[in-house]
């Protein structure tokens, strides 16, 4: 058995970067990318190429698709049908293309994404504009190449007598790239073309003044004039385009948002079904009715509000929330010398004179080989007509053609084509006539010549034709601009106002984290004391606020969360509400809410007051706060804790102008006050200052703020069960960060350690124990003691333990009439 030992052994990696390489390189040089000199993907230019080669063209019939569609696929583009077929649709939208380059016949799709009829039904034929881009083909004006199977020539580009990549832009995504040039105005690419053809080294704010900047076939407004000029110099930048838009007012004193243009490539019915989803989904109020009221004079989309909406504030949040407005996003990629490049404006056009260049040196050099050869034998016949008795003589006694010819060359010293020429005379061309109109035609041959000679031979000329050119399909096919520029970017603003429904509701946050908002209705339908509620969970805030109010949540672990209130879950009052952590990432296991702070507005004349439980405090201003763009899932720090086992005790919200004392208890039962004054200003990422003089085993239990003077009392409970009123004006002001006094008296067998400390007046308190017994006190029932004493006892320390936790509970909120 004979072996074959041609067998390469390759690796898989070899073959596969090999064989992904070259396919990477087919599908950017011949499919997906246009060329920067005709500006046609091949798919394109195989169209153009063999409806023009078929004769189909603008000033003939229109004809079957399915025709057009064969015989390219037959001859020049051995890919599916269907991918021609949508080449060719998209070349004659006239909302895709600037300026068309097929005219059909038949349902062409639409702006709505509908699809275009089947080939069998269409009818189509190239645009007059189309010859424009192929005119000179036949002239040896591009080099052709064989086809996929060697039976035809194609050409590897387009005359093209304009810079199509410009004026009808292009977009496509293959390997490794992407491109999408927008479509520009035939008038102003034209006019930037020339004066770049006379001003060579023209800079590109120069040339921007013939090309402001795409002018799309769908119009709208286009801002942005830095970031234009940005994506004119090396291919990239992004633009914003925005619908043309009008308030009009209606009967019954409303309005309506009319919307007459929208941004390219935007599909008309899904922008008008996402209005409308708004709507129905009530995200914002105030609209009426969103409807499609386009028709054969042109694009009318109407949104109809309700009476004394917000129009300015509606419109602006559906240019936000829909494609209203786009970001266009410039990534101008095109083959250049058979790479792909991402290229700028001027260098598009600087490829596309050197084309032009090209086309126009080799048509002249084509036009003039055609014109000498018609000199030469025009001037044979001229002197055939001059001795026409001795060239018919000659001929007559010749024995054929062949040799009447050679007769004619030998005799009378006629080249072979002249004499190949006198031959095939018709004898009625012997006339007297004949002779003048050769002189004539000799005589315009003879300039002719020279003319293309000087185009040859003096660059100048050869610019000016290609000027010339240019002016001429200006002048035919101009149009003016739809796309208005704006330079500056609108910024949009939204006013809560616009986006929510003003309504009072009720808030609740408990200390677990649960957090949400019921209508008044679902409050009142409940008791109170029905909110839903895990168990162990208790109620750290309830509050009636409005829709357009904001919460900031403050917890243990120093984080700020910010909230409006219209963005909480709509729950009843008795569902439990949604976590925090469903929305915050990275929340601590052990965080919890310790304090909310409902506000219309943020008070730069308010400041935070944060007592940390390792002794440290500071003074934040509330301005501080302002909501962040990243708010819905992280939170902002109020304090940068020096020890990550340091959490927040307490923490106020007061009037910088009011005067107040900071009221401190330590665990081993030292109590210390001082003016909040001396506490300082800063800002969220500071750590702050001493607030007390620890000793090793201490910490901060809790803090108050209470007045200088007057009567503040304050609640103490003690791990023992032990409860004790006091007032806090009863230590003197000492300076911050001082040791204290004792607020109890130290025993020397099992001391009173302090577990919780508030105020003493008008609140309820739940005491649990180690056992989990619970014990409700009220602490006004308790007399007012002096520092040294430890108060009376409520819970028995010998039969439940310790008290493990103790609660301030919230009273129910009395809804106002």
Same mark, same amino acid.
């Given at each position: ?145 064989? !086809? ?104 019954? !004193? ?74 266009? !996003? ?143 399909? =200006? ?17 949009? =603003? ?243 960060? =001082? ?79």
């Amino acid at each position: 058995m004979e072996h074959n030992h041609n067998v390469q052994e390759l690796t898989l990696e070899e073959v596969m970067g090999d064989r992904f390489g070259r396919y990477s390189k087919y599908i950017i040089q011949e499919r997906a990318l246009p060329d920067i000199r005709d500006g046609l993907k091949p798919v394109q230019r195989r169209i153009l190429f063999s409806m023009n080669k078929d004769g189909n063209t603008y000033e003939k019939a229109f004809r079957k698709s399915a025709k057009s569609v064969g015989n390219i696929m037959g001859n020049y583009h051995p890919h599916g049908d269907s991918s021609i077929y949508e080449a060719m649709v998209r070349m004659s939208q006239d909302w895709k293309l600037r300026a068309i380059l097929i005219e059909m016949h038949g349902n062409n799709g639409s702006m709505d994404g509908d699809p275009p009829a089947a080939m069998r039904y269409t009818e189509a034929r190239l645009s007059q504009l189309s010859g424009e881009l192929l005119k000179d083909i036949e002239k040896e004006t591009i080099d052709m190449v064989w !086809n996929f199977d060697d039976t035809e020539k194609e050409p590897t580009v387009l005359p093209a007598k304009f810079p199509n990549l410009l004026v009808n832009g292009s977009t496509g995504i293959s390997a490794g790239y992407a491109t999408e040039i927008p479509t520009h105005n035939l008038t102003e690419v034209i006019n930037g073309t020339i004066y770049l053809i006379d001003h060579p080294t023209a800079t590109l704010d120069k040339l921007m003044e013939f090309i402001p900047g795409p002018d799309f076939p769908t119009g709208g407004i286009l801002q942005g004039k830095a970031e234009l000029k940005k994506a004119y110099e090396n291919g990239r930048g992004k633009v914003i385009l925005r619908s043309l838009t009008e308030i009009e007012k209606i009967k019954g !004193n409303k309005e309506q948002i009319v919307v007459t243009e929208i941004p390219y490539e935007v599909n008309k019915a899904t922008l008008v079904k996402k209005i409308d989803e708004i709507r129905l989904a009530k995200k914002i109020d105030g609209i009426a009715e969103v409807r499609d009221e386009t028709d054969r004079t042109g694009l009318r989309i109407v949104v109809e509000l309700k009476k004394d909406a917000n129009a300015e504030g509606i419109l602006n949040y559906l240019f936000k929330n829909t494609e209203l407005q786009i970001n266009y !996003n410039f990534n101008m990629v095109a083959i250049d010398e058979m790479r792909p490049k991402q290229v700028g404006l001027l260098t598009i056009l600087n490829s596309y004179i050197k084309h032009r260049r090209d086309v126009v040196l080799k048509r002249s050099r084509f036009e003039l080989d055609k014109a000498q050869k018609r000199q030469h034998i025009v001037d044979g016949l001229m002197k055939a007509l001059s001795i026409l008795d001795e060239v018919i003589a000659t001929i007559r006694g010749s024995k054929d053609k062949k040799d009447a010819k050679n007769n004619l060359i030998v005799a009378h010293g006629f080249t072979e084509a002249q004499a190949e020429a006198i031959v095939n005379l018709q004898l009625y061309r012997l006339t007297n006539t004949d002779i003048t109109q050769l002189q004539q035609e000799a005589k315009e041959l003879a300039a002719y010549i020279a003319e293309l000679k000087k185009i040859l031979d003096n660059e100048t000329e050869l610019l000016s034709v290609i000027k010339k050119e240019l002016k001429e399909v =200006k002048k035919s096919y101009g149009q003016p601009r739809l796309t208005q520029i704006e330079a500056e970017i609108k910024e949009l =603003k939204i006013e809560t106002e616009v986006l929510v429904a003003q309504e009072d509701v009720i808030v609740s946050v408990t200390h677990d984290g649960y957090i949400k908002r019921s209508s008044l209705r679902s409050y009142a339908a409940s008791k109170p004391e029905e909110l839903g509620m895990k168990d162990g969970d208790f109620v750290l805030y309830t509050g009636e606020v409005n829709t357009l109010d904001h919460l900031l949540l403050i917890t243990n672990k120093g984080n700020v969360i910010y909230r409006p209130v219209h963005e909480l879950p709509d729950l009843r009052w008795k569902e439990i509400g949604e976590h925090i952590s469903q929305t915050m990432l990275n929340m601590a296991v052990d965080e919890a809410i310790i304090a909310v702070y409902p506000y219309k507005q943020l008070d730069p004349a308010k400041n935070f007051v944060v007592i940390t439980k390792n002794g440290f405090i500071k003074q934040t201003k509330m301005s501080e706060f302002e909501p962040w763009r990243t708010y819905k899932s992280r939170p902002l720090a109020i304090v940068k804790f020096k020890d990550t086992e340091d959490v927040i005790t307490n923490v106020f919200l007061v009037d910088e102008n009011d005067a107040l004392d900071v009221f401190l208890v330590s665990y081993r039962g030292f109590g210390l006050r001082y003016a909040l004054s001396e506490v300082p200003v800063v800002g969220p990422k500071a750590a702050g200052v001493k607030s007390m003089n620890l000793k090793a085993d201490d910490f901060v239990v809790n803090g108050q703020l209470v007045y200088p003077m007057g009567d503040n009392p304050v609640i103490i409970v003690t791990q023992r069960g032990a409860v004790k009123r006091m007032l806090a004006q009863e230590l003197n002001q000492l300076g911050r960060a =001082k040791r204290g006094l004792m607020v109890l008296r130290e025993l020397k067998n099992n001391p009173h350690r302090i577990v919780y400390m508030g105020n003493g007046s008008d609140q309820t308190l739940v005491l649990t124990n180690q056992k989990g017994q619970q014990t409700e006190i009220s602490v006004n029932q308790f007399n007012i003691a002096d520092r040294t004493s430890n108060g009376s006892f409520v819970m028995d320390e010998k039969n439940g333990g310790q008290i493990m936790d103790v609660q301030e509970l919230k009273h129910p909120i009395i809804i106002k009439d």
